[in-house]
C-alpha cells in the first residue's frame, strides 16, 4: 500500500504500491477524461513524458462508449493501452457540475445524460459497479459536491449523507472484488472528505472516514469557486485528522502554485485539467511563469518553449513554429503544448520529491513561487 519514506514539514515523500506498479508520491495524474488525453496525446506518449498515473472518469465512460463495452475489451488498461496505474473519478463531481436538472436522494441521483439527454440514476453501488467494469487501480466512493456558495445548512446533511454512501460504497466494492469475473480484483477505494468551507463539518467528517481504514482518502469539494486561502485552510484543517500513513489526495488542484502549497500542507495526491485545456489554447507553463505563444511577440523567437526543458516539443521545435500552427489550427501545435505543459508538470513533481528527501522543501518552495511570478522580463 503506502508507504512513508520521510517528511520536511508536513510534505511527504512517499510509494503507494499497487497491483498495476509502485506511484511515487507526490504525484500528479494526468487526466484523460474519456480514456484519452485530450491533445492527440498517446499512452506512449505519457510514458516518454514521465506519467505515473492516468486518471478517467466513471460518469463520461459509462455515457460512453458504457463500462460493459470496457469489461468486454478486458478493462481500462487494456482497452488503452496503459499498464501503469489508473484513478477513475466516482462521476459525483460531473454529475452534480454537468447535469443540469437532478434529484437527489438518499438512494443516490437521477439526472438526464449531456450526451443523449436519457435518464440514468447513479448512485454509491452503480458507481462502484461501473468503476469496476473499468477495473482501474483507485476508485474513488461516490459523493456529493456541493456548490461552495452552498449553506452551512446545506453542507452538514450533504457531509452526513456522503458519509452514509461511502459505507455502502465501500461494502460494494468488497462485494464485487470478491466476483470471480471481476476485472481487478485488488481494486482500492479512496474516501472523499466533504464539508464545503466549514472546518467544523470537515473536521467531522474527517474523522469518521478516517475510522473505515481505507487504503487513501481526498479532500474533495475545493477548487470549486472558493479562494485560494479558504483552499489552504481547509487542506490546514484537514490534513491532522486524516492517517499520515495513507494518501491524501486533493481533487481537481491545480495551478503549479497550488501544488507547492498543498504539498507543504500534507497532499501526497494531484490532478487537474489546467496543463491540457491551457495547452490547447495556446498557454504553456514554464518555471518563469505561464507564456502566450499566440502573442506577436513570438512570432520569430527561435528558442524552445523553455530552455532545458526535455519534452518532445522543446527538444525539437521553436516557439516561433508552434504558434505558427497553433495560429493555423494545426493539430500538432495542441498536441505539442499539451506534452509540454504535462511534462513540466510531472517534472515538477520531481522536483519536489528530490526536495523533499534532501529536506529543503520550503526553500524550493518559496524559489519555484518567485520564479514563476518574476515572468520573463523581455
Known sequence: MYRLICRDGLAKRGEFHTVHGVVQTPVFMNVGTCAAIKGAVATTDLKEIGTQVEL???????????????????????????????????????????????????????????????????????????????????????????????????????ADRTYRWLIRCRDEMARLNSLEDTVNPEQMLFGINQGGIYEDIRIEHAQKIAELDLPGYAIGGLAVGESHEDMYRIIEAVQPHLPVEKPLYLMGVGTPANILEAVERGVDFFDCVYPTRNGRHGHAYTNHGKINLLNARFETDPRPVEEGCSCPACRNYSRAYIRHLLKAGEMLGLRLMVLHNLYFYNHLMEEIRQAIEEGRYHEFKNDKLAGFEAGENE
Open 56 to 158: 478517467s472518469n466513471t460518469y463520461h465512460l459509462h455515457v460512453r462508449p458504457g463500462d460493459e463495452v470496457v469489461k468486454k475489451m478486458g478493462g481500462l488498461h487494456k482497452f488503452m493501452n496503459w499498464d501503469r496505474p489508473i484513478l477513475t473519478d466516482s462521476g459525483g463531481f460531473q454529475v452534480f457540475s454537468l447535469a443540469g436538472l437532478r434529484k437527489i436522494k438518499e438512494e443516490g441521483v437521477t439526472f438526464h445524460s449531456h450526451v443523449d439527454g436519457r435518464l440514468i440514476f447513479m448512485g454509491p453501488e452503480e458507481s462502484m459497479r461501473i468503476q469496476s467494469n473499468l477495473g482501474s487501480t483507485i476508485a474513488m466512493a461516490f459523493d456529493e459536491c456541493p456548490s461552495s456558495v452552498a449553506s452551512k445548512e446545506y453542507i452538514q446533511p450533504s
